[in-house]
Nanobody, 118 residues
Framework: QVQLVESGGGLVQPGGSLRLSCAAS????????MGWYRQAPGKERELVAR???????NYAASVKGRFTISRDNAKNTVYLQMNSLKPEDTADYYC????????????WGQGTQVTVSS
């Protein structure tokens, strides 16, 4: 079993920055993808960014150029640096870990709230 614990959410003004962290503990399999999803009120959960344990990344079009995902494999931790934040980035942000090899288990964190408002 794997546990994911997020931190770093909060209230920030438009144009500001936040850094989210997600630490994985437990039986973490080396080959995996860690990512961040978000869900705004009344909307479906959507992918924000994800990073493979070998380093490849991909981003939602809405955050490309503003957000940067990174990971520290030694610490089983993924980060999301969010710059130039907009009110539409307001959402609950969830960390995700997907094991690549079968049975390809997937784990979710409890979520951290990000509010962008003046």
């Amino acid at each position: 079993q794997v546990q994911l614990v997020e931190s770093g959410g909060g209230l920030v003004q438009p144009g500001g920055s936040l850094r989210l962290s997600c630490a994985a503990s437990g039986s973490v399999i080396g080959i995996n993808v860690m990512g961040w999803y978000r869900q705004a009120p009344g909307k479906e959960r959507e992918l924000v960014a994800r990073v493979h344990s070998l380093g490849s990344t991909n981003y939602a079009a809405s955050v490309k150029g503003r957000f940067t995902i990174s990971r520290d494999n030694a610490k089983n931790t993924v980060y999301l640096q969010m710059n130039s934040l907009k009110p539409e980035d307001t959402a609950d942000y969830y960390c995700d870990l997907l094991e690549i090899l079968p049975p390809s288990r997937e784990y979710w964190g409890q979520g951290t709230q990000v509010t962008v408002s003046s």
